[in-house]
């Protein structure tokens, strides 16, 4: 069914959203490697870091391009995948997959795409983007497709939407927020696909999932020290900083990056001494020495929904 243009009321596009359900599945820990980029050497201060992150700030400031598209999707791609009948199903006028709309349509993650080789007519700005965002996060709860096939349009065009941001250079509260959303949106998909996928193609969307996770949580890491001046400590900030802990329980399939220990010196400290935080250096401690008991109870008594969702596979491995 068509949507109405991306100018309705943003509360108009978050109806019908609501929290995923939870469920659990064994999966092996194999399927859960992955890697962060290193952020700063081991002889960096936290204030040689914040230095050098606001120079580069400074520095893409003034390459950054200002977006004028209007529309989720440039009317030039829009009108080039019909020709080639590349629509989604959820960007498919009436179920044609050769005509589709302004309200349905969105902009493909285009790997090879820099500030310097676009248009400002191809790239959205700030309100746009999160009109965008908010109508793939509402696509979320459809029951009308298998829970793949939306990750599969969700997946690609979250990665445009955080390409457009970057390329813009937008490092502001309303940035940090749905950056936040993007990161939830790959937690709570980590736990949707391990009880939605089959045993043959769990591992690559896991892991694809997985790797996309890892990125937006180095972007929104980066986003709140780019902030600290203005907001030393963002509401969420301390849950979504556990994250990188928590991802870390599978201590074998870690590859070479920077360790927690170098992480945490230019971490906070009231980031540090938060109940979420403290939670997940608990809950790692007893995992890898092997108390089992100790870690469950914990994680019963103490994760939050998005804790859980990365944690599941562990409690599996637990029990």
Same mark, same amino acid.
């Given at each position: *069914?068509?949507r109405r243009?991306?100018?309705?009321s943003?509360?108009?596009?978050?109806?019908?959203?609501?929290?995923? @359900?939870?469920?659990?599945?064994n999966?092996?820990r194999?399927?859960n490697?992955?890697? &962060?980029? %290193?952020? +700063?050497?081991?002889?960096?201060?936290?204030?040689?870091?914040?230095?050098r992150?606001?120079?580069?700030?400074?520095?893409?400031?003034?390459?950054?391009?200002?977006?004028?598209?209007?529309?989720? /999707?440039?009317?030039?791609?829009?009108?080039?995948?019909q020709?080639?009948?590349d629509?989604?199903?959820?960007?498919?006028?009436?179920?044609?997959?050769?005509?589709?709309?302004?309200?349905?349509?969105?902009?493909? &993650?285009?790997?090879?795409?820099s500030a310097?080789?676009?248009?400002?007519?191809?790239?959205?700005?700030?309100?746009? =983007?999160?009109?965008?965002?908010?109508?793939?996060? @509402?696509?979320?709860?459809?029951?009308?497709?298998?829970?793949?096939?939306?990750?599969?349009? #969700?997946?690609?065009?979250?990665?445009?939407?955080?390409?457009? =941001?970057?390329?813009?250079?937008? #490092?502001?509260?309303?940035?940090?927020? *749905?950056?936040?959303?993007?990161?939830?949106?790959?937690?709570? @998909?980590?736990?949707?696909?391990?009880?939605? /996928?089959?045993? +043959?193609?769990?591992?690559?969307?896991?892991?694809?999932?997985?790797?996309?996770?890892?990125?937006?949580?180095?972007?929104?890491?980066?986003?709140?020290?780019?902030?600290?001046?203005?907001?030393?400590?963002?509401?969420?900030?301390a849950?979504?900083?556990?994250?990188?802990v928590?991802?870390?329980?599978?201590?074998n399939?870690?590859?070479?990056?920077?360790s927690?220990?170098l $992480?945490?010196?230019?971490?906070?400290?009231?980031?540090? %001494?938060?109940?979420?935080? $403290? &939670?997940a250096?608990?809950?790692?401690?007893?995992?890898?020495?092997?108390?089992?008991?100790?870690?469950?109870?914990?994680?019963?008594?103490?994760? @939050?929904?998005?804790?859980? /969702?990365?944690?599941?596979?562990?409690?599996?491995?637990a029990?």
């Open positions: *069914m068509e243009h991306h100018s309705q943003h509360s108009q596009r978050q109806q019908g959203r609501n929290h995923f @359900s939870s469920s659990s599945s999966q092996s194999s399927n490697r992955f890697s &962060f980029p %290193k952020s +700063s050497s081991s002889s960096s201060s936290a204030n040689d870091v914040r230095d992150r606001r120079e580069t700030q400074e520095e893409k400031q003034e390459e950054a391009i200002v977006g004028t598209c209007p529309f989720m /999707c440039p009317e030039a791609e829009r009108l080039q995948r020709r080639l009948r629509l989604a199903v959820f960007e498919r006028l009436h179920g044609d997959p050769r005509n589709s709309s302004p309200a349905l349509a969105v902009k493909k &993650f285009c790997r090879t795409m310097k080789e676009v248009r400002a007519s191809d790239v959205r700005p700030l309100p746009v =983007l999160e009109e965008t965002l908010n109508y793939l996060l @509402s696509l979320l709860d459809s029951t009308e497709h298998p829970f793949e096939v939306i990750h599969d349009f #969700v997946f690609d065009r979250t990665r445009s939407v955080r390409q457009d =941001l970057i390329m813009q250079n937008i #490092v502001n509260d309303k940035a940090i927020n *749905m950056f936040e959303k993007i990161v939830k949106f790959h937690v709570i @998909s980590h736990h949707k696909l391990r009880s939605s /996928c089959s045993s +043959s193609s769990i591992s690559p969307l896991h892991y694809l999932n997985l790797e996309q996770l890892t990125k937006a949580l180095t972007s929104l890491y980066n986003l709140y020290e780019a902030n600290w001046s203005s907001k030393p400590i963002h509401e969420k900030e849950e979504f900083r556990s994250f990188y928590l991802l870390h329980l599978d201590s399939g870690q590859p070479v990056g920077e927690l220990s $992480w945490f010196r230019h971490v906070p400290s009231p980031i540090i %001494k938060s109940k979420e935080m $403290w &939670f250096r608990q809950a790692l401690r007893y995992f890898q020495m092997g108390n089992y008991r100790r870690f469950l109870s914990t994680v019963a008594a103490e994760a @939050s929904y998005l804790q859980y /969702c990365i944690i599941e596979p562990y409690i599996d491995e029990n």
